[in-house]
């Protein structure tokens, strides 16, 4: 009896849980003034960085409303490098970028009649737009168009599969999840660039992951990029809850290009800007794969064989993956000592069992390899 | 991809493949067995899948682990493997259901929506036999058969999608699936032992 009460639990378990739906969160500082407008919960803990640098940290999230406190301004990385002049322009290594849409059914309601396709959405024409632009800078880029219908929380799942086929097929330097957002106000969207009618793009990184700190110091990278070339292009970067399949690769970001009470022509027309930038915060801006080209004059300085934007963004990416790789320690250690722990019951028996673990798994190359007939811990 | 960035990769693998080694020691499996399944695994995650029309069959991420649960059937007694596939068609209607119920941003959800299909695997394979082989066997062929269930249904409607069955090699959410599950009720197993050895304890005291 107490089983079939426990999988009828089980069984409920989803349809207790709340479906969700697409509800704007505000969110605002503690004496009420307005940070940003998301279409999904925001969670304690959460970063954001405004548009001017700002940065705020989630403390408390209430119905519809999530208050932040400002914490200071995002120190974001030096650009000295796009200042040199009589740039020699330099071999460039490979330059690969993949491009997927994890919700391929997105679209823009203004251009497309529909908040959302039954079929391949218009979001798959601003990743292909995307990669075009950045195919005429030089740079391979590959976008996989496979439909990860329905618009579900199952949509990450499938889409990770597409995701880890391109890191596969192309080993890209980035990997780009292209979303549109679901804001109802297009003005938080609208911006004009150089006399010519664009859309703001938001950056989304996923904290919840061992990459969270290198994506982050990319997003800056691409933000610092963008104000000094396309000022107001990058609306925003937010850090979330979630890995959004940023735990693959180090230089993935999710693009939310646009809303969709925008119409897609003002994204398409974002989306030059946007290679531009790519190219630039990756590569340094020098077109052509062997490098013979310059985009733009004393924009790729060569500093003992390595485009200067690279060499920035390699080292702040040495930075930021120290965190991750104490994130990935701190979870092995909590795993191995909880579950010896568990187990054994005492530190010392969880010592035991953790250290015959380690002499299983190196087939006795650490210590003394365990007998087929010694007290095995499970069943 | 910079220097630091393939050390932090190499290190996320070493750590998921050491991971995936230990619970596939659970499995009726020699240490050694259990090693060289998880090197084939993550050699199969670099292999391209198999196409079979519409359906994608990765080796690293679908077949070495359906291989696996396929063997455990064979071995499990007659109730265990009929719990098991009790177990397996709940996990799969669970996960079915959590992904069309909860919210479909990421960042709305407690845990990402990958991890989250490992606990109903785990939570119905502990209830209905207490089994980590069981568990196994649920947290992936669960995942495989609600993607199929999600595949038939975008036919249906006339979306030509294509049915990514353990495609994403060693990271694919029907591996991660078997793994959390495994843990989960080994995690929950182990609770229970322990409490209920500190009641029998209590007992004898009193």
Known sequence: ?379 | MTASSLILVIAAILVYCGLIQRVLDRMYLSDRAALLLTGLMLAGSFLPPVRLGRVELGLGGGLIPLGVCLWLLVHAGREERFRTLLGCLLTASAIYALGALLPSEAETLPVDPTLIMGIPAGLLAWILGRSRRGAFVCGVVGVLAADAAVALLNWQRGTAAVLRLGTGGLADAAVISGVLAVLLCELMGEAAERLTRRRLRKGERT
């Open chain 1, 1 to 379: 009896m107490k089983r079939l009460v426990l999988l009828l639990a089980v069984l409920l378990l989803p349809v207790t849980a709340r479906a969700g739906d697409m509800r704007v969160w505000r969110i605002e500082t503690p004496d009420g003034q307005s940070v940003t407008e998301i279409c999904t919960e925001p969670s304690v803990g959460d970063h954001y960085i405004a548009g001017d640098n700002a940065e705020y940290e989630v403390v408390t999230v209430t119905e519809g409303r999530a208050v932040a406190q400002p914490c200071g301004v995002a120190m974001l990385p030096g650009l000295d490098w796009m200042d040199e002049r009589d740039a020699v322009a330099v071999m460039s290594p490979q330059r690969r970028i993949a491009l997927y849409c994890t919700h391929t059914d997105e679209s823009y309601e203004p251009s497309d009649g529909v908040y959302s396709s039954e079929g391949r959405g218009s979001i798959c024409d601003v990743a292909q737009a995307l990669a075009r632009q950045l195919t005429e800078r030089g740079v391979d880029a590959r976008v996989d168009e496979t439909l990860h219908h329905p618009h579900d929380a199952g949509a990450y799942r499938r889409s990770r599969q597409t995701a880890v086929q391109l890191l596969r097929s192309c080993a890209p330097d980035c990997l780009l999840d292209i979303h549109r957002d679901g804001i109802p106000d297009p003005e938080s969207y609208a911006v004009t660039i150089g006399g010519q009618k664009a859309s703001k793009i938001r950056l989304l990184v996923g904290r919840g992951n061992q990459n969270g700190e290198s994506n982050r110091a990319f997003a800056l990278m691409v933000k610092a990029v963008a104000d000094r070339v396309y000022p107001g292009l990058i609306k925003d970067i937010y850090m979330g809850r979630g890995a959004f399949n940023q735990d693959l690769l180090p230089g993935s970001l999710l693009l939310e290009c646009g809303t969709y009470t925008l119409e897609k022509e003002r994204v398409l027309a974002s989306m030059p800007m946007m290679a531009d930038v790519l190219d630039r915060a990756l590569y340094g801006g020098v077109v052509g794969a062997a490098g013979n080209v310059q985009s733009d004059a004393g924009l790729a300085a060569r500093r003992g064989g390595v485009v200067q934007g690279q060499a920035d963004y390699q080292r702040g990416d040495t930075q930021e993956v120290g965190s991750g790789l104490l994130f990935l320690g701190a979870i092995g250690l909590l795993g191995i000592v909880g579950l010896s722990l568990l187990s054994a019951g005492s530190m010392r028996g969880g010592m035991r069992k953790a250290g015959r673990s380690l002499r299983e798994m190196t087939g006795g190359l650490v210590g003394r390899k365990p007998e087929p007939g010694e007290e095995h811990d499970h069943s």
